[in-house]
Nanobody
Framework: QVQLVESGGGLVQAGGSLRLSCAAS????????MGWFRQAPGKEREFVAA????????YYADSVKGRFTISRDNAKKTVYLQMNSLKPEDTAVYYC???????????????????WGQGTQVTVSS
């Protein structure tokens, strides 16, 4: 059982930056893929970024490519999402998720993930 706790959300002006953290506990992550998803009011949850823990390979949604960076700290068992050049359309609740891999990593598919954090609100004002 893996527990995930997000932090780092808040209110920021357009063009600003935030760094989200996702601290994991309760298990080893060497065979996990870690993803960030977001959900805006009235919209479906959407994929933002993902990282394969074992190799550090990263994947991004087109909407955030070049602005967001996902990374991990093995010692702290923490995944980060550095968000730069934020736009009002980035406003959403951001969720961290862990996929206990058993084959291909379908990183964009939310129902493939086994564990989820509680979410952290990011609000970008114009």
């Amino acid at each position: 059982q893996v527990q995930l706790v997000e932090s780092g959300g808040g209110l920021v002006q357009a063009g600003g930056s935030l760094r989200l953290s996702c601290a994991a506990s309760g298990g080893t992550l060497s065979n996990y893929g870690m993803g960030w998803f977001r959900q805006a009011p009235g919209k479906e949850r959407e994929f933002v970024a993902a990282i394969l823990w074992s190799t550090g390979s990263t994947y991004y949604a087109d909407s955030v490519k070049g602005r967001f960076t996902i990374s991990r700290d093995n010692a702290k068992k923490t995944v980060y999402l550095q968000m730069n050049s934020l736009k009002p359309e980035d406003t959403a609740v951001y969720y961290c998720a862990a996929d206990r891999l058993s084959g291909t990593y379908y990183y964009t598919v939310s129902n493939r993930y086994d564990y989820w954090g509680q979410g952290t609100q990011v609000t970008v004002s114009s």
